[in-house]
């Protein structure tokens, strides 16, 4: 399969934007704003660019006033669920107006604190009771197995003396005549 090379302006709009984005990033155009209505807690963090973002009041909280902050590339901001913040992208210190690229993702959970306990038990207790069970239920299958090997023994050797006794007792009757 050969590869061709599509040359920029031969490219949809979308896809010629799309290959500017940061992956993993949204993107917000130069002049632009959106409105951000979290239903988890959740971080703003901006890839590239700047942007003007007006934090509402946090849920519970109708006094706070509404605060406005400017985020740069690299900066985050923890927005807490049912906070609104409208997102403008800002000017760069040149002057000119920027496109925006922002992650918006969920807080994730704190860890679990371990319980030593817990970790015992699941470390190495559950599995040294598998194993005993394994070893157990080998054992049982082994000794089956060695059972079943001397039965079949036994049976060899009984076939075998009547076999050759068969083969004796006709040609006695045959001298003795």
Known sequence: MSSRTVLESQQSAIAAAAGRVLAGSWKLDAGRAITLNPR?????????????????????????????????????LVIEAGQQVVMESW?????????VAFCWDAVPAAAAVSDPALDWERGVAQPLRDLVCALGQGGRAVAAAVAATLGASGRLAAG???FALHRIAPQRVRMHA
């Open 40 to 76: 988890e807690r959740s971080v703003l963090e901006i890839s590239q660019g700047r942007v003007w973002l007006s934090v509402g009041a946090r849920p519970g909280q109708p006094d706070q006033a509404t605060e406005d902050i400017v985020l740069a590339q690299g900066q985050a």
């Open 91 to 99: 000017y760069l210190r040149g002057g000119a107006p920027s496109a």
């Open 160 to 162: 075998l003396l009547r």
